[in-house]
C-alpha cells in the first residue's frame, strides 16, 4: 500500500534521456578512485545510473560491503550480558545475512521507491549508508571519542573504544548507526550497568583509501553509479549532473551539509514519502543540523575566559585605587 | 579594620559580597555542569531518568549540551575572574604554606579526635591544600572543555589525538571534581568547620569561633585592635582553649543565633574594656 507520486512525466523522461546521455559520456572519463584518500574527500550517488543490480541476488554493493565488512567483526560473547534496567540487547549475530535494512553486519542497503513515470509505475533505487556528515554531532559528541570525523571527511568509529551507548544513533537525523551487543570494551568495565556493545556504520573505507583504494561498494558497482574524489570535484559534477537533467540534490545542505551528494531526477520530499522506513531503514527527507543551534553559545564559552579576565583585571585596579584613597584620607 | 568585627552581634566578616558571589557562581554553574555533563553521556534514557516527571528534557543532547555550554561561561568568566582579580591584588591566604602538608595530617587526625588543633589563620592548611586541588581540576576541565567545545563549533575534523586527549582527561577530571565536591561538602559538614558554613551564605561567621580557631586571622585583620587576637592566642596556649572547647562542644553545634551560644560567655571580656 505505498503512495503513489506523479512526477511530472515530460520533464522525468526529459531527464532520463539527459541521465543517459552524460551517463555514457561521463561514465568512463569520471575519475572513481579518491585519488591515495588524500584532502578532503566526496561521494555522489546518481541515481539514475542505479538499477539496483535486479539481476542479480544480491546488490553489487550489498554484497562486497558484506564481504569486506561482516566478517571484521568479533562474534559477540555467549550469553550477552543484559543491560541493567531497559534489558534491551541487541544482537543481530545470527542475522547477519539480513540485507533490506542497515544492520551491525550490512553497512549500506539498496531503498526502493515508487514512483509514476511515463511507462507506467517506474522504480528508484537507493543505496542508504552513512553520508558522512560535514558537522556530525554523532561524532564530536561521542563521550569517548570513539566516533571521531576526519580530514578526509570519513566519519569512523573505533570498535575498540567505543561502548555501544547508542548516543550517536540518537544524535544522527537518520539514525545510521546500529548497535551489535556482546562486543567491545564496555564488556571488561560493568556490562549490565554502562555501554551495551558497539556502533557500526559505513567507514567509508578508512582502511583502504589511505592505501589509495576506492571503496569497496563503488569498486563493485557495474552501473558505476557511485563515485568518490577530491570534494570540490564531486560537488562541481553534482551540480553539473542535476543541472542537466534538471533534478536534484539531496546530502548538500542536509544535517549541514554531507559528503554525500544523491542525484536525482525524482524530488526527493517525493521519494521520502514513499520510501519504506523505520528502524535502520533513513527517510530522505530535509533534515536540520539541530546543533547548529548551540553554536552562539559555544562562541560565548569561548569568549568567557576573555571577559573573566578583563573583568579581572578592571575590578583590580578599582580596588586598588579604592585602597590608595583610603589610604591617603588615613594619612590626613 | 575593625569594621569586619561586630561584637555586638559577636560576628566578624569572612568573604566580602564579591567573593560570595564568586563562589556561590562557581558552586551553582559547577553544580549545572555536573548534572548536565552527566547527561551528556548516554544514560538518562538507559536509566529511565527521562521517565521522571520533569525529566523528559534529560534525554535530549542538545538541550543538555545548551545548558552545559551556557554554565561554562559563567563558570569560566568566574575562575578567570577569580585568578586575574586576587592574582594582581596579591590575596594569597588559599595558597599553601610550607608545612601545610604535615600540619594538615596533624588537623585531620583531631577531626577524629586525636591532639589538638593549632591556632589557625584564616584557612586550615588542609583548606589551602584543597584549595589549590580544586583549583588544577577545575583548570583541566576547563581547558580540555574548551577544546571540545572549539572542535564543535569551528573543528569537527581536529586532530583525533587531541579529540582524545581533550575527551578522556575532561572525563578523568570531571569524576575528580564530583569526588572534590564530596570532600567539600563532607569536610564543611565535620563538627569543627560547620560554623564556617554561614559564612558561605552571610559573609560573616562567629566572632568568638574565629578567637578561637582563627587567632592569627584575626590578629592579622585587625592591626588596630590587636587585644583581642592577643587575648585570643594567649588563651589558646593557656590551655583555656581546652574549656572553651568544650563548652562550645556542648552546644551541640548551634552556630547561628547570637547570643545564645556559649561563645559569648567565652569571649574575653578584655576586649570589651579595650573599646
Ligand atoms: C552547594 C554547595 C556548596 C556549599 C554549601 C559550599 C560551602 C562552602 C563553605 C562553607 C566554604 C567556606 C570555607 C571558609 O569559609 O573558609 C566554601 C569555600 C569554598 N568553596 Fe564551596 N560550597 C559549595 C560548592 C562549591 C563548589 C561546587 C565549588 C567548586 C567549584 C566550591 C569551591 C569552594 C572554594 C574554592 C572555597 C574556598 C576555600 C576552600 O577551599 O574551602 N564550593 N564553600
Ligand atoms: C565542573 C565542571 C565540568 C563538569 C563536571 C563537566 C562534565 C562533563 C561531562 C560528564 C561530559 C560528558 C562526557 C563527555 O562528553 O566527555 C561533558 C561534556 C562536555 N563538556 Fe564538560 N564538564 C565541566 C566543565 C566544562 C567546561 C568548563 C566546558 C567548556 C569550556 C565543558 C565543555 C564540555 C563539552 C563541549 C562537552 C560535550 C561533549 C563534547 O563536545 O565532546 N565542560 N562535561
Ligand atoms: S549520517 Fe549520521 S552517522 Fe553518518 S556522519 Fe551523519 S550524523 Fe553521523
Ligand atoms: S549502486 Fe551499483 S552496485 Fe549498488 S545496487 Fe546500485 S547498481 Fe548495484
Known sequence: MKKRVNVNRRGFLKSLAAATAIGTAGALNVPRTAEAGEGKLATLIDLTRCNGCVDKESPACVSACKKIKAGSLPEPVDPIPVPFPTRKVEDWSKKKEVAHRLTPYNLIYVQQAQVDADGGPKTLFIPRRCMHCDNPACATLCPFAANHKFENGAVVIDPETCFGGAKCQTLCPWQIPQRQSGIGVYLKVMPTMMGNGIMVKCDLCTDLLKEGKTPACIEACPQKAMSIGPRSEIYARAEALAAKIGGYIYGKTENGGTSTLYVSAVPFDKLDAVVHRGPGEPGLGAVKRRMAGTDGMGKAVLAAPVIGIAAGVAGAFAALSKRKDRLKKEKR | ?275
Open chain 2, 1 to 275: 579594620m575593625s569594621e569586619y568585627i561586630n561584637e555586638e552581634k559577636n560576628r566578624v566578616a569572612r568573604h566580602g559580597a564579591l567573593e560570595l558571589a564568586e563562589h556561590w557562581a562557581l558552586a551553582l554553574s559547577g553544580l549545572a555542569l555536573l548534572l548536565s555533563g552527566l547527561f551528556e553521556l548516554p544514560m538518562a534514557a538507559r536509566f529511565k531518568i527521562t521517565s521522571l516527571p520533569g525529566f523528559g528534557w534529560s534525554g535530549d543532547f542538545i538541550v543538555s549540551l545548551s545548558i552545559h555550554y551556557i554554565a561554562s561561561v559563567v563558570f569560566i568568566a568566574a575562575a578567570a575572574f577569580h585568578l586575574v582579580y586576587h592574582g594582581l591584588l596579591q590575596e594569597r591566604g588559599l595558597l599553601p604554606q610550607e608545612g601545610d602538608l604535615k600540619a594538615s595530617v596533624e588537623v585531620v587526625k583531631t577531626f577524629f579526635g586525636k591532639g589538638e588543633e593549632p591556632p589557625f589563620a584564616k584557612y586550615l592548611p588542609e583548606q589551602r591544600l584543597a584549595y589549590v586541588g580544586m583549583a588544577f581540576i577545575i583548570a583541566v576541565v576547563i581547558i580540555t572543555g574548551l577544546v571540545k567545545t572549539y572542535k564543535n563549533v569551528y573543528a569537527p575534523d581536529l586532530s583525533h589525538g587531541l579529540v582524545l586527549w581533550a575527551t578522556w582527561l575532561h572525563n578523568i577530571f570531571f569524576v575528580l571534581f564530583i569526588l572534590a565536591f564530596a570532600g567539600h561538602i563532607g569536610a564543611i559538614v565535620l563538627k569543627p568547620n560547620r560554623p564556617m558554613v554561614r559564612g558561605i551564605f552571610t559573609g560573616s561567621v562567629r566572632l568568638d569561633y574565629a578567637a578561637r580557631r582563627h587567632p592569627l586571622w584575626l590578629a592579622q585583620l585587625d592591626a588596630s585592635a590587636p587585644a583581642l587576637a592577643v587575648e585570643a592566642v594567649e588563651a589558646l596556649e593557656s590551655g583555656e582553649t581546652a574549656a572553651v572547647m568544650t563548652e562550645e562542644g556542648s552546644a551541640n553545634g548551634a552556630d547561628d543565633a547570637p547570643g545564645e551560644t556559649p561563645g559569648d560567655t567565652a569571649r574575653p571580656a578584655a576586649t570589651k574594656d579595650e573599646r
